[in-house]
């Protein structure tokens, strides 16, 4: 079969397959099954309906595009080079999966503009997907006027049968249904084939009826391998129920064109071969060169140049409609889009003197969230269905809801793995949206790989956990972190906060809201606290300092955070009492004390003062690092129990006495 | 309404209700409204269809309940209170959550026997009995015979809203369905509430529809409130459908008999309070004292402990018969009962000498695996559809699959947090069967929420988990672990092994077969490795030991894991060569270098000699225990990066170069 013989859209399909496959050959290394079976549903949706700006990958208002299956990236990254995107050249592709490359081995938001969100890790990339169709339909809700459509874009996703086996596939979509996102559009390319090999041996449920289950409108193309009619249809039928997501189930042959190796998993996950490359070039009459391509193909992908131009010079019109007839919100809506918080967003942060009646610090965040949402209209979120145990509820808004999108709580239902992926996408939105999510501390683990792709992908998700220790008593050991604020702690660019008290909580949400390009876990007590003496807001930005101190050079230094802090205080007085020379210092964020210079560092933990006591209700793992060369901890190096929580933190050694009797034996 | 218009069964029921009531009420703490709602259910299926041995509640043949809602833990209390169980008395009850009682917050296992697994954390309870279900297909699809059924029991789940929402029960369910346990009989506790209130704002998906897109036989018993025969009919259709999972749902109202608070979210997490204690019982006509029971319902309920006896005597004389008829199987499976390893299961474990071809980690893992499978029949296990990566088949056995459970092959599809809950319910079927799962290590995130719970119930389960740092290569940062390490090292009562060579990968086998009472997690490289000179089997058992020593005192320790060890070997003979003195400490295992004596870890690691270099691909975090005063660490504070892996270990400085550079620097 020559070139000549195929219609133009043939080769245009045909060169994403073969960009996808060259560059795979090259690499040797990389996925080239998907994109040889998804390249005419991408084309269809590229080509037909995605409106976006090549020259201008951040225009606000263009179609979002997840490819959650993200291993098939290099589908991904043809596109982008063929539509005319900056950031991926053919050289870029010729330097798929190499060190420094625009093109790693799964797609980077922060790697490549083009990109929305970090993909590779199954099922993320649909729950994203789920985020900014929330997102979309929110701003829509809140800028939006009868004679103004400023925000209105579609979410398209491309999934594997790979994230639909996830489970947080699952809790995301069930959500998406609940909702009712009509604007989200995923497209199922199934192909029936993971990597073990065929689905038969592990996934045979019915997937179309599990959408329809959650609510979902559900299509089906049959020949998703050449019948792109109907591929159109079934995406203009999706793009007409704007009541529901529509999920269009794409039935392709993974590997399509390859003769040997199609709907194999050998297909999957490397390199052609030599051989195999040139079967298919032969097979589906391929006779340019690796990385030649026709220039009709350019041509044609490269309209979308033009089309972006001229799709956002239309709604930069309509923006400027928008400024005459809504001056208030469309100065808003720019500011949110800058990424400039409002001025005095903080200015209701409250702050306490000892005096103050202590509270929970869970109940300080709630008083935090509540001062800071008026102020700070893009703050949106809530609880994976623990509100009023978390109390994250915003009092001046209602619930986000289908038809009521414009409201700011967010209700996740038990999913938090799904709510973390979820939040990844609002973040990601980069419309200026700030999301928040809640649950129990422990339940970190649950949500836990959403957490890591929030640190890697850059997104500013806040994370409020609550009941942060044992001292959440009686709902026992399933419940009560131990070793969880370590496993937090160890992941690279996440903040974790740990505030003693109200003016350190006020810290912390200080932190987390300015932290737009990083997450932040807020870590926070079901149990009472005091105000403490000496303990600011201000000072949680450094991590950790001095609390309390003594004259000259401390014999012993105490280091504590949150609910400990206070033991650490009394300890001190007692020890101050009996002629020691002790200091006091509060460590809410390790990671922002590492980020100060040296010399404040050495001012509050100096080196020659080896005598160090750390009290944290937590696991020992990774506090070594500030106990000094004769240091101990008060830690936790089992798991907890059930029983109230008073009683457990005696049992475990959280009294003034036991931190005393440590302290003296640290002293010698 | 007096006690004496009510009849026997509905005192039954209520005796539940109230033992949930008082028991919540005297602890101030506690979750009434399931207990209340779902006894009725609870009670049919204890007391028409259960079978069990109250005095001998690890008798192989029961019948094996689960509360995945374990929460609603004092559900199962009274049940065990009211059967006869010598686990749970009327004062253990009057203990409820209360320290060091028989009757923790959330269901134990390893505090009450009675309970078969640890639930709480919603969702993995009915994942643990997926896995329940899987243990008994296999062992019947072994042991049974055409004349004589020795294995035969149900798995019997009682789950929530909450548990159903969450994705990790979406992808036990879904393999479930597929793998056509018709064994497991699912009770969905239907009663619209969970903890924000009407499940209307979060969970509105068709739950029964997505059971039967799962292949599940699907039922509904539209009054679970008072309707008992139609609850025990839908058991019976389940009991009868045997191809097939089957989910019934029971629709009820949470709190039931609550006047007040019954079907609102006030009665999920809290008790109910004097005044409404006092209305309910007013509302259901029981005049008993708290804790005072009707003697007719204990009568009634303690006809289990001779039914149990019954049928565990039936069972044992069906065992007897089994005995003479098949003595060899039978020997075999009281072998498995008894938890005792075969005799030599471990002789085949290579060994290897540093003349031995080097390999990936995975790869002598794959060796070990398949050196153990043939000699210890009861392992059983694969991947999260990563068999061909992980190198986690087993040859000698074909695919558990539905009608072919005697396989030992099991395909998870890419389901990891269902596959760890799986796992778990294997392991905790008590049988002696050790159950495997693989990976990617960065992917142990995923599946997170189930090794925890692995090691706090005592779950004997293997964790095979490839591709164990940045040296993975071309996937890129989302594939690659770098603060995974340390985040599983901080779990309690999990071992941790990174083996550097084939050696130490055969003494990981050894080890993690032996852990029967805890979790093992092996992480293997991708790439391949050296056999190291002094690097042995037996001493993986000891955490850490010296490889290669100098004479006298050391000047300095170069401590290596993994892949990282044979950088410290290299350095140490280039230091040698310059005439310093230098031992080079392999450190496959932290938590049981911790287990040795005193005197033993001081002549590995002598306190005096405070000059360490550690040199393993991962996060810093948690190493600054070894890492001496005088320390240091090359390490990876970063997340990963895309290219090949020889670049991407050259460029973040695992090289011999650097490790000496380095060394030096430490040696000053």
């Known amino acids: 079969m020559a070139v000549a013989t195929q219609s133009l859209e043939e080769l245009c399909i045909n060169s994403i397959r073969f960009l996808a496959i060259d560059a795979v050959e090259k690499a040797k290394s990389g996925h ?29 208002n263009r179609d979002r595009f997840v490819l959650s299956a993200g291993h098939g990236c290099m589908l991904q990254y043809a596109l982008l080079y063929l539509t005319g995107f900056d ?23 922060f790697e490549t503009p083009g990109v929305e969100v970090t993909t590779g890790p199954l099922g993320q990339g649909i729950a994203n997907a789920v985020g900014l169709a929330m997102a979309e339909a929110h701003l829509a809700a809140r800028f939006n006027k009868p004679d103004c459509t400023l925000v209105d874009h579609y979410t398209y996703v491309i999934l594997g049968d790979g994230c639909n086996m996830e489970g947080v596939s699952g809790e995301a979509c069930s959500l998406a249904g609940h909702l009712g996102l009509g604007k989200l559009i995923a497209l199922y390319d199934d192909n ?45 039928a999706a793009k007409q129920v704007t009541d529901k997501p529509s999920m269009i ?16 998993a050998g297909v999957h996950g490397a390199a052609l071969g030599t051989d195999e490359v040139s079967a298919t070039r032969e097979n589906l009459g391929w006779d340019n060169e690796p990385f030649d391509l026709p220039q009709d193909v350019l041509s044609h992908f490269r309209k979308a140049v033009d089309r972006g131009a001229q799709v956002e010079q239309e ?25 400039q918080l409002p001025e005095g967003w903080d200015r209701d942060l409250p702050s306490y003197t000892p005096e103050d009646k202590g509270m929970a610090t869970r109940k300080h965040s709630q008083t935090c969230l509540n001062a800071i949402a008026p102020n700070l209209p893009e703050l949106i979120g809530g609880s994976a269905d623990l ?14 809801q289908k038809g009521q999108y414009e409201n700011r709580n967010l209700r996740f239902g038990v999913r938090e793995h799904g709510m973390g992926a979820i939040c990844n996408g609002i973040a990601l939105h980069s419309s200026g949206l700030i999301p928040y999510c809640a649950t129990f501390l422990v339940f970190a683990d649950y949500m836990r790989a959403a957490i890591r792709l929030s640190a890697l992908s850059e997104a500013g998700v806040v994370y ?50 300015a932290n737009r390009k990083r997450p932040t876990l807020i870590a926070l007590t079901r149990q009472g606290l005091p105000n403490l003496a000496g303990a600011t807001a201000e000072q949680v930005a450094k991590g950790a300092y001095i609390l309390s101190d003594c004259d000259g050079t401390p014999e012993l230094i105490l280091i504590g955070t949150g609910s400990e802090v206070q033991l650490c205080v009394a300890a001190a007085e007692k020890l101050t009492a009996e002629g020691r020379k002790v200091r006091v210092v509060s460590m809410p964020t390790c990671e922002l004390f590492e980020e100060q210079d040296e010399a404040y560092r050495e001012s509050v933990l100096p080196k ?31 798991f907890g129990a059930s029983a109230p929580g008073g009683i457990i933190m005696e049992k475990f050694g959280y009294t003034v006495d036991n931190v005393l009797a440590k302290a003296k034996a640290v002293l010698g």
Chains 1, 2 share one sequence.
């Open 192 to 236: 029936h084939i993971s990597i073990d090999g065929s689905t038969d041996i592990a996934f045979t449920e019915d997937v179309s009826k599990r959408f329809e289950a959650y609510g979902w409108h559900v299509l089906h193309v049959e020949d998703g391998n050449t019948d792109l009619d109907s591929i159109e249809k079934a995406i203009e």
């Open 464 to 513: 409020v956990m609550t009941h942060d220790s044992i001292a959440l008593g009686e709902d026992g050991p399933t419940h009560q972190p131990v070793e969880t604020l370590a496993s937090l702690r160890a992941i690279p660019n996440l903040v974790v906060i740990r505030p003693a008290d109200g003016n350190e909580t006020s810290g912390a949400y200080q932190v987390a809201v």
């Open 608 to 638: 020659a003062v080896t005598k160090r006591l750390v009290v944290e209700a937590a696991a020992r793992f990774g506090w070594e690092r500030y106990m000094g060369a004769d240091g101990d901890m008060v830690s936790v190096d089992r």
């Open 387 to 400: 509100t009023h145990s978390n109390l994250t509820e915003l009092k001046c808004s209602g619930n986000f």
């Open 32 to 60: 080239p099954g998907l994109p040889m079976g998804a390249a005419p549903m991408a084309f269809v949706l590229w080509d037909r309906f995605m409106r976006f700006n090549p020259k201008n990958p951040k225009w606000f």
């Open 87 to 109: 950031s991926v050249s053919l050289d870029d592709i010729k330097q798929f999966r190499q060190w420094g490359s625009m093109t790693p081995g799964h797609p980077e938001n």
């Open 315 to 339: 709604w930069n019109q309509l923006l400027e409609t928008y400024r005459s007839s809504y001056a208030e919100d469309a100065a808003e809506f720019e500011r949110m889009l800058s990424g």
């Open 249 to 264: 189930k794409v039935t392709t042959t993974i590997g399509y064109g390859s003769p040997n190796k199609a709907n194999t």
